[in-house]
């Protein structure tokens, strides 16, 4: 078979970017490849490689197309939304406020450079998102983003299009949709598919070869029947064995408020978009809820009305932990009091400065510290750190680390307060087998402080903490 790809022998310029050994790997016509690895391991620094986005100190990429392989090998990871919507002049909460959008582009307008209406339509069908052409693009849902990302790339025609855990942000209906999807584009004409994935059960039936990564270091690649097979590989990978956690010791009162938070009659609407309508909901303390529905439902919106993000809850009857929004307390006596994460305050999560100094903001709920921790605070900051196993990382730049390593650092921000309110938006988006677990671990026990409500939200049943005793489903307003 034609050789579409080589890698022989590359070693990058910089040490603190170099694999264990000199890294040797072909892609050959036909072949749709997933590369395997735990967080951290290597995955992202290996597609850079390819796309020749970082210096050889030894080796060559030999590329049929050699001039123009930018454009022939692309890429796409979640955190691209900075490609089309300038970071400097968007913020995390701006998607809530309507009357600062100026300058932010709609899908459509993204998409119409490139192809017309028609074309679009034709490729938006697959995924059912029609809708959202007229959106701008800080309005899209995580899962919506994930979606528009890979059908906007998709349009440019690439030979190699390498794509970093497309899954994470799905519904089951589109994660059932993408599968589908990437099997037809395993049929297109010259085209072949690089899936960066954390997790083996993604491994889409149309990849035909596996190239396994641990600890920056290439396996021997393997056919797709021949890895899912290999239990003693899977473990070697994937080591899911931890000694009993102990969480640093509870720094705050049990509260004793009754209501943690109830809405009456909610509705959300963004010009004609109406996001919620009609919502009630009532959360007491140390219910644990399961906050679930699909893509572009409004989860998120919801959430921001909690996390006093969102402006439009002086507008609606909303009470947080026993007393009525608007009367008097700031946003920050609010924030003081939960834990937060999300796929979009990750997204907009772009410090670069020591992974310690991230989860220490926690304390003053800025995105950035802006306040110097006391020496208290850092040394709970530390212990956090220990608990979720990235006690290694703690001087290392944010920006630095891989997208599974960044989620566990923003994970250890929402504990350091000891918070009444946990809000965990798909918490363990992007980790690997043993780091799901041992987040999950994490959670429950957490959980299992008194005065402790807990909302979370995942599209994976099998990711649930077993602690939820309360559901919400949101169902999606057309």
Known sequence: METILKLHNLVPCIPELRFRKPINWEIKEGEQWAVVGPN???????????QKKLALREG???FPDDENISEKI??????????FADSKTTYYQQRWHSTETDGVPTVRE????????EAIHRLFKYFNIGEMLDKLVIYLSSGELRKFLIFRILLT??????????FIGL??????????????????????????????????????????????????????????SDTVLMRKLFPVSFRDISLPVRVSRVSEH???????????????????????WEVKNGEKWALLGPNGAGK???????????????????????????????????????GYVSPEMHLYYMENVPAVQIVGSGFFDSVGLYRKCSSEQECVAISWMEVFGILHLCERSFLSLSSGEQRLVLLARAFVKDPDLLILDEPLHGLDIANKKKAGFVIEKFCNRPGKTLIYVTHYPDEMPSCIDHRFNLKKNY
């Open 110 to 117: 993204l998409l119409d450079k490139n192809q017309n209406d």
């Open 40 to 50: 951290g391991a290597g995955k992202t620094l290996l597609a850079d490689l390819m």
């Open 60 to 62: 060559e990429i030999i």
């Open 258 to 280: 009754n209501v943690t938070f109830r809405m009456e009659k909610v509705n959300i609407k963004y010009g004609k978009r109406i996001i919620l309508k009609e919502l009630d």
């Open 157 to 166: 025609r690439p030979r190699i299009l390498i794509l970093d855990n497309p």
């Open 171 to 228: 519904d089951a209906s589109s994660r059932g949709i993408l599968n589908e999807l990437l099997k037809q584009m395993s049929g297109l004409n010259g085209l072949h598919v690089v899936l960066l994935l954390s997790n083996p059960q993604d491994i889409p039936d149309m990849v035909t070869d596996v190239l396994p990564i641990c600890n920056c270091e290439c396996g021997s690649p393997v056919k797709r029947e021949e890895f899912l």
């Open 300 to 338: 998120s919106t919801l959430l921001s009305l909690i996390y006093a993000d969102n402006p439009q809850s002086y507008a609606n009857t909303l009470y947080l932990f026993d007393r009525k929004r608007g009367t008097g307390e700031s946003i920050w006596e609010i924030k003081k009091r939960i």
């Open 74 to 83: 692309r890429s796409i990871a979640f955190k691209d939304i900075h490609s």
